[in-house]
Antibody, heavy 120, light 106 residues
Framework: QVTLKESGPGILQPSHTLSLTCSFS??????????VSWIRQPSGKGLEWLAS???????YNNPSLKSRLTVSKDTSNNQAFLKVTSVDTADTATYYC????????????WGQGVMVTVSS | DVVLTQSPATLSVTPGERISLSCRAS??????LHWYQQKPNESPRLLIK???QSISGIPSRFSGSGSGTDFTLSINGVELEDLSIYYC????????FGSGTKLEIK
């Protein structure tokens, strides 16, 4: 059974760096074809894919966020991480991590989401 | 980026109706088009993968069709529990989502 759970700071100030952790079970990020993706959703708005990290260490980021995103993983501890630098109020959203399969690029298991508010 | 346009933005339905939701891509995504359901205050749930492939545990009244740039999600006999927002997503290139179709009671 695949489960994922996000954790993060809840609230942070503009210009700071947002650090999120996705803790998962039921699969390994060292197994061929496995991936974890990050998706966010501002309150009342749609879904935006942010980034994906794959079993082989390759990463893909949403070009609209340019170089603000960094994804990484800790395979031994079944965790994936997302960092977003220089946050502002537009980054206020619920952030989800989701299990992803290589090349197919659909999100078949989702975490419950973590709400992040950027405010001074 | 591949832009996905969903229509209508809102659909008012009567329980028991058969309905169709549309998703149109700005360029061909082959069949790498997936559908999700999101109920209020819940995470999205995968409904259909590869345009028409069913997902274990999803009721059989949900079905998908299409390829290339035009896709349809159908619900054969809408139930009250289906009142949600439905998103399409393409996986042929860097993932993008449509803006969603909200199902509400007429």
């Amino acid at each position: 059974q695949v489960t994922l759970k996000e954790s993060g700071p809840g609230i942070l100030q503009p210009s700071h760096t947002l650090s999120l952790t996705c803790s998962f079970s039921g699969f390994s990020l060292s197994t061929y074809g496995m991936g974890v993706s990050w998706i966010r959703q501002p309150s009342g708005k749609g879904l935006e894919w942010l980034a994906s990290i794959w079993w082989n260490g390759n990463t893909y980021n949403n070009p609209s966020l340019k170089s603000r995103l960094t994804v990484s993983k800790d395979t031994s501890n079944n965790q994936a991480f997302l960092k977003v630098t220089s946050v502002d109020t537009a980054d206020t959203a619920t952030y989800y991590c989701a299990h992803t399969r290589y090349r197919y690029n659909y999100f078949d298991y989702w975490g419950q989401g973590v709400m992040v508010t950027v405010s001074s | 980026d591949v832009v996905l346009t969903q229509s209508p933005a809102t659909l008012s339905v009567t329980p028991g109706e058969r309905i169709s939701l549309s998703c149109r891509a700005s360029e061909s995504v082959d069949t790498y088009l997936h559908w999700y359901q999101q109920k209020p205050n819940e995470s999205p749930r995968l409904l259909i993968k590869y345009a028409s492939q069913s997902i274990s545990g999803i009721p059989s009244r949900f079905s998908g069709s299409g390829s290339g740039t035009d896709f349809t999600l159908s619900i054969n006999g809408v139930e009250l529990e289906d009142l949600s927002i439905y998103y399409c997503q393409q996986g042929n290139s860097l993932p993008t989502f449509g803006s969603g179709t909200k199902l509400e009671i007429k």
